[in-house]
């Protein structure tokens, strides 16, 4: 008899855990506290599968650039003034995280999750979901030489890792793009990394788990938990309990509220994001991007062109802050001189919410006190990214297999 896997969240992760189940003949239910017409991180986000991000968010340095940056709401990070003991146990955590030792630990698990998941991007392509994978690779653009030649060091760590980084100067790069006209020193190029239009690939992913016979329960809220000796029974919604035997957490940026009413701690910040989608963009790339002193993601989708960035430390807070996405905006025309800030005048800007943990590590791997438990979530700005990675892994976890990638400092039990 195929087990029940119950997955809390219809995010990118959740769906790619659920596919991945379904696919191995697990019976899937799927549910999600939003409507089916739904909005969060996994559908606007900038779409790109990026190896190249073997550094986690809490990396050495980033604590003095976040205390720099805070204090401008147009920079590329803010953390909005409020008493939170919450937030102020996170950001210790955060800044007891960042260091070279913790990141060196952390870089091949990155590797190795980030090759899993771009594997399995080509396989589902391959196998026939039409989701509009582009394997291109990424530019890491840069202003200044300065930021070349850091730039350069990040490349030759890659490269050290076996993950292919060349760096180049402006000539070389604007011939590796040439559809439109940049303003910078260099660039360091992931030929790796690809892109994909989000939406297409959850649509996908939604229309797969129907086909498969997946369960899905909109507009439904785990309000609580049924628990029989060391298991999990059932969650309790509004709508009636939903038994299984398995069950993960894939809620995101609200996986800690959930996770609490079992007794766990997922120390987490919700860290907003946002973007603005050119229909008719003035000039279109063929590769996607990154504006490497502004934080800023660019990416071409489908004959448009998708600009986002910033992490906005503000809460479960999903308000737009007209300040956030101006610093977004004036930064364009910074790297592509053919634009102007009046082309997004007319855009509703997009904003949703990252689950962030204090290491930048994602929440992954059963948790001990509850066997029948696995956490899959946490994934930050990787969440996209990492997702059918997750997905295989949460499947193997599943199946009691041992997982392709060592999940140590992975535990949802490290807190």
């Not at 850091?150 to 993950?163: F, I, K, P």
């Not at 364009?332 to 990252?354: C, M, N, S, T």
Request: with cysteine; hydrophobic share 45%.
């Amino acid at each position: 008899m195929s087990k029940h896997v119950v997955i809390l969240g219809a995010g990118v992760i959740g769906l790619s855990a659920a596919f991945a189940c379904a696919r191995a003949g697990c019976r899937v239910t799927i549910i999600e506290r939003q409507p089916e017409q739904r909005g969060g991180c996994s559908f606007g986000n900038a779409g790109m599968v990026v190896p190249s991000h073997f550094v986690p968010l809490a990396a050495p340095g980033m604590v003095a650039l976040g205390l720099k940056w805070m204090w401008n709401p147009e920079s590329p990070f803010y953390i909005q003034p409020r008493l939170s003991w919450d937030l102020l146990a996170w950001a210790a955590k955060f800044w007891r995280a960042a260091t070279p030792q913790r990141v060196a630990a952390a870089a091949p698990v990155l590797r190795d999750l980030s090759l899993l998941s771009r594997a399995c991007f080509v396989e589902q392509a391959g196998s026939g979901l039409n989701f509009g994978l582009v394997q291109k690779g990424l530019l890491m653009l840069c202003k200044t030489a300065h930021t070349l030649d850091e730039e350069g060091r990040t490349a030759a760590q890659a490269n050290a890792l076996g993950m292919p980084a060349q760096v180049l100067d402006a000539r070389a790069t604007a011939a590796l793009d040439p559809g439109v006209t940049m303003s910078i020193a260099g660039s360091v190029y992931f030929p790796k990394d690809c892109h994909l239009p989000p939406e297409r690939y959850l649509a996908v992913l939604q229309s797969e788990l129907t086909r498969l016979g997946a369960d899905f329960r909109w507009s439904t809220e785990v309000t609580g938990w049924r628990t029989a000796g060391s298991r999990i029974a059932a969650a309790e919604t509004r709508h009636g309990e939903i038994a299984g035997d398995e069950f993960v957490i894939c809620g995101g940026a609200w996986s800690p509220s959930v996770a609490r009413g079992l007794g766990l701690r997922l120390p987490m910040q919700a860290g907003k994001g946002y973007s603005l989608t050119l229909r008719q963009p003035r000039q279109l790339p063929s590769l996607c991007a990154i504006f490497t002193e502004a934080r800023i993601a660019v990416t071409p989708m489908d004959g448009a062109l998708r600009v986002g960035g910033t992490m906005e430390i503000a809460g479960l807070n999903e308000t737009i802050n007209a300040r956030r996405v101006r610093g977004i905006i004036r930064s364009v025309p910074d790297y592509y001189p053919e634009f102007r800030e009046e082309d997004f005048a007319d855009i509703k800007p997009w904003a949703g919410l990252r689950p962030c943990s204090p290491d930048g590590l994602p929440y992954l791997g059963r948790t001990a006190r509850w066997p029948n438990l696995i956490c899959a979530t946490g994934h930050a700005m990787m969440g996209l990214s990492l997702a059918p990675a997750t997905g295989h892994i949460v499947e193997e976890l599943v199946s009691h297999r041992a997982p392709s990638v060592p999940l140590t400092l992975l535990s949802p039990d490290r807190y």
